[in-house]
Each structure stands twice: as C-alpha cells, then as structure tokens.
C-alpha cells in the first residue's frame, strides 16, 4: 500500500494505493492561484497511472475535505465505481454544490454511495467494495453527532495481500475520540495514522495514540495557517507514540508519500 498526502494547504487530498486498485480521500483543491489544481492534476496523472480509482472516500462536509473543484476531477477523469461519506449533512452551499457534481456524474452511471452512520448501518465493515483493500469503519455514531467535526468518517484501511493499516480520521475532535476509544480500542492500532483535524489542539488524545500506537503519523496542514495547524501539543503526543511524524506544512509545502507493506513504513516527499 502506498498513501499519497498532497500539499493542498489547508485541507486534505489522499490518494491510497494498491498494486493496480486505488481510492481517493478527500478532494479539497486551492483554487489560486490556478497552478495549485495543475498540480493536483498532475500528480493524479502520476500517481494513478496504470492503477483503477475504485472509490473516493469524503470524510466530511466542511470545504476543506468537500471540494467541488477536485470531486469534479475525480469523478470525470477516473470515474470511481463509488463514493462514502457521513450520513450527517451540513448544508451549505459549498455541500450544495458538491453533491451537484455528483449527481451530474451518476446520471446513467452506476454510482454506489454509502452513507455511514453506525447506528443505523447494519455493518461497519466493507469487504467487498475492493478487491486489494477491506474497510472497517468506526465513526459517526448519533449519540455523538453534535458537531461536523465529530461526524467525520473515521475508517481503517486494510491492505488484504501484506495486511498493511491506515486509519483515517477526517475532523474528528477529542471528545469523540473518547468514545470511540473506549468501543474500539485495540481495533484502532494501525501503522500510519492521519492526524485527526489537521494535527489541532483538540484532535487527539492520549487514549487514541495509545491504542493506534502508529509508526508513522502524518499531518495535512496549511503552510502559514491561521490556525497554528498543527498545534504543539498535539506534536508532543505524535513524538511520544510514534517512531516518525510529518506535515505538509513544512519546508514551505511538501507532498508525502508513504510506503507500508505489514512490516516496515516508509516515507518520502513526492514530487509529480
């Protein structure tokens, strides 16, 4: 498996590949200036060459992940076979605007959408929706959806050939981090962790790392951010439980590719 965490600024685009299956998280794309969706394009082109985007995973609705520029890339060039997202809704008009875009898509095309929320779906696991990779999926659940942040998609991804994990973990914020914990705990253990919220304040706990307990984290964050992104603490809590971190706001932007086989993790900057 190889996770691809592009420098969007302050958002989150994630390509996850296998040895010819690949999915997308989030599509969040600068709009300028324009040379930034020239890059997005042109590291998809690279990435994705030879590979079968099956899916495209949002993890919310807020404009950084939910993009109406980067689903519309997604959806006409490499045509997943679905999409899977929250069941919350937040309707704004970016949302509005997006789900447009999709459904212009699906228009004579056989688009499955899975809309997740534990309460109400029957399973939280995914076998058969890839033939390289199954899902488990562990957020939102109702009880706790009293903010968008904590309705993210929280899922983990497994590789079925090497047994390699990456958990993904959208916005979601400390106080759903505690129940998840406490339901889940060890099942959250994965080797590269997605720093939850953009490596905020607020985003992790103790708890979560502890049953992750990750190699590797890595950070989606904006170069210069207005909102400290990511947060010192949370950079503590990174150094403590994993044996490397990175962000895609150091070093004025960098993409980041990671290679993990069930073994070993191994991580580089990505140029396309």
């Not at 890059?39 to 993009?67: E, P, R, S, Y």
Request: net charge negative.
């Amino acid at each position: 498996m190889k996770v691809y965490t592009l420098n969007v600024g302050q958002g989150q685009f994630v390509v996850v590949t296998g040895s010819s299956e690949a999915f997308i998280v989030d599509t969040y794309v600068p709009i300028n200036p324009k040379v930034e969706i020239d890059n997005v394009k042109a590291a998809l082109a690279k990435i994705l060459a030879g590979k079968n985007l099956v899916g495209l995973m949002i993890t919310g609705f807020d404009a950084d992940h939910f993009n109406e520029v980067g689903i519309r890339i997604v959806l006409n060039k490499y045509r997943p076979a679905w999409i899977m997202y929250p069941r919350y809704y937040k309707a704004t008009g970016n949302a509005r605007a997006c789900f447009a875009a999709i459904s212009e898509y699906q228009a004579g095309k056989d688009l499955a959408k899975y809309s997740i929320e534990l309460s109400s779906n029957q399973t939280r696991f995914y076998y058969n929706i890839c033939s390289e990779f199954y899902f488990e999926v562990f957020s939102p659940h109702q009880e706790d959806m009293d903010s968008s942040n904590n309705c993210s998609l929280v899922c983990k991804v497994v590789e079925r050939s090497t047994g390699a994990t990456y958990l993904i973990t959208g916005d979601t914020e400390t106080g759903r981090w505690d129940s998840i914990t406490r339901i889940f705990n060890e099942s959250l253990r994965t080797q590269l962790l997605a720093a939850p919220h953009h490596g905020s304040e607020n985003g992790s706990t103790v708890a979560l790392l502890e049953y992750c307990c990750p190699d590797t984290v890595i950070i989606s964050a904006g170069v210069n951010n207005p909102y400290g992104h990511p947060d010192r603490c949370a950079l503590d809590l990174f150094k403590a439980y994993s044996r490397e971190y990175y962000s895609t706001n150091w070093g004025g932007g960098q993409s980041i590719e990671v290679t993990l086989d069930g073994l070993s993790v191994r991580s580089a900057k990505f140029s396309p």
